[in-house]
Structures are given as structure tokens and as C-alpha cells.
């Protein structure tokens, strides 16, 4: 029965991606936007409506999340287990996920988008604490509450654009006020997981891999970009602010990737390297593009998730990438999946990272900005390449460093489908979208060393990539490791500035000691611990005394 769920629900939503492809086709072709109204409750003036917006963005990324969706549920099922009860339980939070995804998409309502937004956020907290263990719980805690804020950002904007006179923000986005833009942006950031709201995407990957493919991919982490994009204005040009921001993410989340041994850390902060490419993009003024980036940095990130869960699944749950070496020669179609992913997020020509990526990178270098922030950009191309090459390195070149007694290889089965896919579509889909929308009409003319730059950043991080995996430690220092590999982490290295500076004041005068503490966290709960024993001393007084200070501050204020 569990089967014949999982097959039905998966053919459903590959039928409806193939035709909201072929809708969005048609709606491109013919310059058609679609506005659909569906009147819930109409009393005397009262009118309660629900709006779908139908263009060639919502259709076209309606297309892509249920396809992806339609793999990772069939792959689920080889996945997940079917023998178990708990199956059930996985589906309908997944399928509640989707549904909510899709009322985000096709929203035009401020109210509406509120409808699937705080759905994504729900459901994405019972995904990750979907294993039930302690890890689990923390991680889904700060999930939850980092959601929490953005969620916060989009209410205050709720209730600030009703005095332009409607929520339907579509058709007001050039008369809001500047403020109302950075509630946006920071709701956003929250979702998108950007400098400093990056601590969550990297926990979250304690959630099952087939939840990691989907919603730490390309849908949940890829809304906050989303509604940018649809809010996008002429606000958004050139903020120095925010773009300096998105470089950090995208250099801060490169670091720590180096400095990572988790598998799907890695290909977490990957992501999180790709969505500050995305923000970036649409503060320097080409939404576009970002759009573009989004749903092709879907196909192949999603297929890069399934084929470290097929890793992972055959390797007794081992997710450490310095005992999965030599991998390619038992498992070579998944490696091969795998390796097609991984060239298409460095952006190698002609694959669908290729397209989308170097389209940003170009159009960048086209505008009259600072050098340092342009060296900056090309910096985080080449690590990009730096830590995929590591990864490669450490998957396929090194020596196998599991028990001797393991044994796998390729079985070709329902996960292997999907994959199968998924590759098929991280090959052709960018140069299809690229061909379709005329992107090779966008006509640059450089010098010919600045059109080869980013090539030849690629090939420095390939170069420095494999030198640097040829060394035991990087920088000969274990300390580097450590305080890398939690940078992310807002705890962990406020934490480092903690313990050093306690111990250099120690070390300093005797006198000292515990400053910190007293004028700090600890201080602050010794002083919240004794406000509360006061008022516990003052509620057990009489009543006559809360009589005297009622009337006193009566007479006070009055």
C-alpha cells in the first residue's frame, strides 16, 4: 500500500511539473500574465479573496520544485525505509512542504505569501528534528527561532503596506517607503541564511538527506531570494550595504567548506556560498540572472545531496569524507552523478552552472565598481573550486579508510532513477533556459584577459585545491580546523574571544579575574535571579501593601 502511495503521489507531481512547464512555454511565448481571483467570503463590503499570480517566473519555478519534488519522493522510498510506520509520517510532512512551497510561488497577497511562508517554517522544523535525537532537537530549535525572525520582519510589512491601501504589493512597488524594503531584505536574509543569520543552514542538516536535497536546496533556502525577486524595485540598485554583506557570506561560507570533513556540511555551505551569489546579484541590479542562477543551482545542488545520500546509505550512515576514499571504484555511476554535480557548481563551460554563473560574473565586471570588491568576488569563485576539488580528493583519490570487511557497489534501483535524472537535467537545463530567454543576445565586449578571468580562477582553485589536500594539515596548525570549522557557528568563535581574553586578563592581574563574568552573561543572570527573589518576597507581603502602591502610583501619574 506504502508503495502504490509513493509511486501515485510522484507520477502526480511529474505530470503537474511537465505541465506547468509546457504552461509556462505558452504564457513566454504569447507575453501573458494571468490573475487569477477566488472569492472565499463576501458580506455586505467585506470581500475575502485568495489571488494567484500566474507568470513566466512562478510557472517556470512551480516547474522545477515539483520535479525535483517528484525524484526525491521516489527516491524517499528506497531511502527512508518502507517497512516502517514512521513512513507515513515522513510523506504527508513532505507532501505539507510542497503545498506550501507552491502557495508561496503563486502568491501576489502579502497575506497570502504569510500562508506558505510560516507553512515553510513549520514544516521544516519537524523535518529536522525528523530523527528524534538530541542533535536533532538543537539544530531545529535555532531553525526555528532564526525563521522566527524573518517571520517577524514580513508581519510588521503586513501590517505597514495596508496604508498604501491594499496588500497586493505588485502594483505599489515604486510608492513604498525605503524602510519597508529592509524589513524585506532582513525577513529575507533570516530565510536565505546570509550573514549573520548563516548559523542554521548548516545545523539543519541533521534532517534527513532526501528533506536536505529538497528543502535545503531549493525551495525553503531559495524563498527568501524568491520574494527579493518579486518585491524587486529600483531600491534594490547598487545597496553598498547589502552587497558587502552577500560577499560575506559567500567568502565566510567558502572558509568554513574548507575546513569541513562532514559530507553534507559541505555541500550545506556550498549551497550557502551560492545563495550569497544570488543576493548578490539581485543588489547589484540583475534579478534576472539571479533567477536564473536559482533554478539551475536547484537541479545539480539537489542532485549533489542525493548522491552523498546514496553514499551515505551504503556506507553504514558514515558521512565523514576522510574514510569514504576510493568510492569511484565501487559505486561508478553514483560517483559519476556525483563528479556531474560538482563540475557544474565550479562552473565548468557548457554545463548548467556555467551558464547562469558566468552571466553574473560578466555583467559584475561590466560595472564601474571598487577593485577590491571585484578581487573579492574573483576570490570566492576560485574557492569555490578550492573546496570541490578537496571534496572530489577526498571521495575519489584517497585511500579507502573504512573496515575491510565493507562491501558495496551500484544497485540500481529507485534512488538511482532519480539521479539518473537529476543529471540528465543539470547537463541541458541551463543552456535550454540560456537559449530560450535570448540570454546570448546579452552582447559584453572585454578585454580578452577579463573574459578569461573566471576560468582562470577555476583552474587556480582546482590547482590549490589538490596541492593543499596533498598536505597533512592546512597551515600546519590544528587550531585552523578548529576555529574554521565553526566560524559559521555565531556561538563558536564569540565563544574564542570569550576564552582568550579571560585568559589574558587572568594572566594580567589576579584583580581581574571574572570580569567578564560579572559584566557579562553570568552577571546578568545573577541580577535576573534576584529581581526574581525580591518579587517573590514582595508577592508573599500583605495586601495592605499592594493597596498603598496602587493608590500611591495613582496619585502619581495622575
Same mark, same amino acid.
Given at each position: ?37 477566488? $472569492?472565499?467570503?463576501?458580506? &455586505? ?63 501576489? &497577497? ?21 530523527? $528524534?535525537? #538530541? ?56 530565510? @536565505? ?12 542538516? @541533521?534532517?534527513?538527506?532526501?528533506? @536536505? ?57 556550498? $549551497? ?54 576510493? #568510492? ?52 570566492? #569563485? ?94 600546519? &596548525? ?62 508573599? &507581603? @500583605? ?16
Amino acid at each position: 500500500m506504502i508503495k502504490y502511495i509513493y509511486y501515485s503521489w510522484s507520477i502526480f507531481f511529474l505530470s503537474l511539473s511537465f505541465f506547468f512547464f509546457f504552461f509556462f512555454l505558452y504564457v513566454t511565448m504569447n507575453f501573458y500574465v494571468i490573475f487569477i481571483e477566488y $472569492t472565499l467570503f463576501n458580506y &455586505n463590503s467585506l470581500n475575502l479573496s485568495y489571488l494567484i499570480y500566474l507568470d513566466m517566473i512562478s510557472l517556470l519555478f512551480i516547474s522545477v520544485v515539483m520535479f525535483i519534488s517528484s525524484l526525491v519522493i521516489i527516491y524517499s522510498y528506497n531511502y527512508m525505509g518502507h517497512m516502517s510506520y514512521s513512513f507515513y509520517r515522513f510523506f504527508f510532512i513532505l507532501l505539507i512542504f510542497i503545498i506550501s512551497m507552491i502557495l508561496m510561488v503563486i502568491s501576489p &497577497n502579502l497575506i497570502s505569501i504569510m500562508l506558505g511562508w510560516d507553512g515553510l517554517g513549520l514544516v521544516s522544523y519537524c523535518l529536522v528534528i525528523y530523527y $528524534t535525537s #538530541v542533535k536533532s532537537y538543537l539544530s531545529g530549535m535555532i531553525t526555528c527561532l532564526t525563521n522566527r525572525i524573518g517571520d517577524f520582519g514580513l508581519l510588521v510589512c503586513s501590517c505597514w503596506l495596508i496604508s498604501y491601501g491594499s496588500w497586493h504589493f505588485l502594483f505599489y512597488l515604486d510608492f513604498y517607503n525605503f524602510n519597508i524594503f529592509i524589513l524585506l531584505v532582513v525577513s529575507s536574509f533570516t530565510k @536565505s541564511a546570509q550573514v549573520p543569520f548563516s548559523s542554521w543552514l548548516p545545523m539543519a542538516m @541533521s534532517a534527513p538527506t532526501p528533506i @536536505s536535497s529538497l528543502v535545503h536546496s531549493s525551495t525553503l533556502v531559495t524563498a527568501g531570494v524568491y520574494l527579493l525577486i518579486r518585491f524587486y524595485s529600483n531600491l534594490f540598485l547598487f545597496n553598498s550595504f547589502f552587497v558587502m554583506l552577500s560577499i560575506m557570506t559567500i567568502l565566510f561560507s567558502s572558509f568554513c567548506s574548507i575546513y569541513e570533513f562532514d559530507l553534507k556540511s559541505i555541500i550545506a555551505l556550498s $549551497t550557502l556560498s551560492q545563495l550569497g551569489l544570488m543576493m548578490f546579484s539581485i543588489f547589484m541590479g540583475f534579478s534576472d540572472f539571479s533567477f536564473f542562477h536559482l533554478i539551475s543551482h536547484a537541479m545539480f545542488k539537489s542532485l549533489m545531496f542525493l548522491c552523498s545520500g546514496i553514499f551515505i546509505y551504503y556506507m553504514n550512515d558514515n558521512q565523514d569524507i576522510r574514510y569514504i576514499g576510493s #568510492v569511484s571504484l565501487l559505486m561508478p555511476f553514483s560517483s559519476s552523478c556525483f563528479n556531474i554535480s560538482n563540475i557544474c557548481l565550479c562552473g565548468i563551460p557548457f554545463l548548467s552552472g556555467f551558464f547562469s554563473s558566468d552571466l553574473i560574473f560578466e555583467s559584475f565586471s561590466f560595472n564601474s565598481y571598487s577593485l577590491f570588491l571585484y578581487i573579492m568576488f574573483y576570490i570566492s #569563485v576560485g574557492m569555490t573550486c578550492f573546496y570541490s576539488i578537496r571534496l572530489f580528493y577526498y571521495c575519489f583519490f584517497s585511500s579507502f579508510n573504512m573496515g575491510c570487511y565493507i562491501c558495496f557497489y551500484d544497485y540500481y534501483n529507485l534512488m538511482s532513477v532519480s539521479v539518473f535524472f537529476l543529471s540528465f537535467m543539470s547537463i541541458f537545463f541551463g543552456g535550454f533556459i540560456f537559449w530560450f530567454f535570448d540570454l546570448n543576445l546579452y552582447f559584453l565586449y572585454f578585454p580578452f584577459l577579463m573574459k578569461l578571468m573566471t576560468l582562470i580562477f577555476i583552474l587556480m582553485g582546482f590547482f590549490f585545491g589538490y596541492e593543499f589536500c596533498l598536505m597533512k594539515f592546512y597551515f600546519f &596548525n590544528i587550531i585552523f580546523y578548529y576555529n574554521f570549522g565553526l566560524m559559521i557557528n555565531m556561538s563558536s568563535y564569540l565563544w574564542f574571544f570569550y576564552y582568550y581574553f579571560y585568559f589574558f586578563f587572568y594572566n594580567c592581574s589576579h584583580s581581574l579575574l571574572c570580569w567578564g563574568d560579572y559584566y557579562g552573561f553570568v552577571g546578568l543572570s545573577y541580577l535576573i535571579s534576584n529581581l526574581n527573589y525580591f518579587f517573590y518576597l514582595f508577592s508573599m &507581603n @500583605s495586601f495592605n501593601l499592594y493597596i498603598f502602591i496602587c493608590v500611591f502610583f495613582f496619585f502619581f501619574f495622575f
